[in-house]
């Protein structure tokens, strides 16, 4: 059965200090892998995927994500945190019969001033 | 480009009634997926419609739900009767190719509270 870990509940960082969000998974056969954001009182939003290619994928707001087979992750990462990017952060992987997303339990980021 | 849209935003109803949630996916999307968000826990898919079929409806927790899309446009999701833990947000999202690598696009979504 495919999965998706996010070991962390909560993240905190100082603003300008790199961040990263980590995410590790199971799957059988190639993993297509997603992160989400959700900000406060709004929907879901794409950040970027990795289908395949190049193992560091670079996606919206300054974010960008490396896909690790060796490890099975994808760790989401930002060099220069803002706290506009205070929200809560979910990894996911498309299950091989297209039609579900698997989604993390979310890891809720907080980005200090 | 208009995103998938949902509504209402928000609904409070009382245990036994009936809701219903409407979604209207990006236009020219044939994929629409409905997922849920319940007590803050993992978000949850519940079925998939490729246009107005439902290709895969094996997240829906029983028959006290019923999604349809008729004429493969917009898609509706009842709940009849409402229980308590039902509460929670409910998704929609959509996509324009049945293919694990095309981005779902998600909704608001609607935060449903049953009392």
């Known amino acids: 059965a495919q999965s998706v870990a996010q070991p962390e509940d909560q993240v905190n960082v100082a603003e300008g200090n790199p961040l990263t969000v980590k995410c590790t998974y199971s799957v059988s056969g190639n993993p297509y892998l997603f992160w989400y954001v959700q900000y406060p009182n709004r929907g879901l939003q794409f950040l970027l995927k990795y289908i395949t290619g190049d193992n560091l994928v670079k996606g919206s707001y300054g974010f960008e994500a490396e896909f690790n087979k060796s490890q099975t992750s994808f760790h989401l990462k930002k060099p220069s945190a803002l706290v506009s990017d205070s929200a809560l952060y979910f990894c996911?992987?498309?299950?091989?019969?297209?039609?579900?997303?698997?989604f993390g339990s979310g890891t809720r980021l907080s980005i200090r001033p | 480009e208009a995103g998938v849209t949902q509504f209402p935003s928000h609904s409070v109803i009382e245990k036994g009634q009936t809701v219903t949630l409407r979604c209207d996916p990006i236009s020219g999307h044939d994929n629409l997926y409905w997922y849920r968000r319940v007590m803050g826990k993992e978000i949850k898919f519940l079925l998939h419609?490729?246009?107005?079929?439902?290709?895969?409806e094996s997240g829906m927790p029983n028959n006290r739900f019923l999604a349809e899309r008729t004429g493969g446009t917009y898609s509706t999701l009842k709940v009849q009767p409402a229980e308590l833990e039902d509460s929670g947000v409910y998704f929609c999202?959509?996509?324009?190719?049945?293919?694990?690598?095309?981005?779902?696009?998600f909704g608001p979504g609607t935060r449903l509270t049953v009392l």
């Open positions: 419609f490729v246009k107005e079929s439902k290709q895969d």
């Open positions: 999202a959509s996509s324009q190719r049945r293919d694990p690598t095309d981005t779902q696009y």
């Open positions: 996911a992987v498309r299950d091989f019969s297209a039609s579900k997303i698997i």
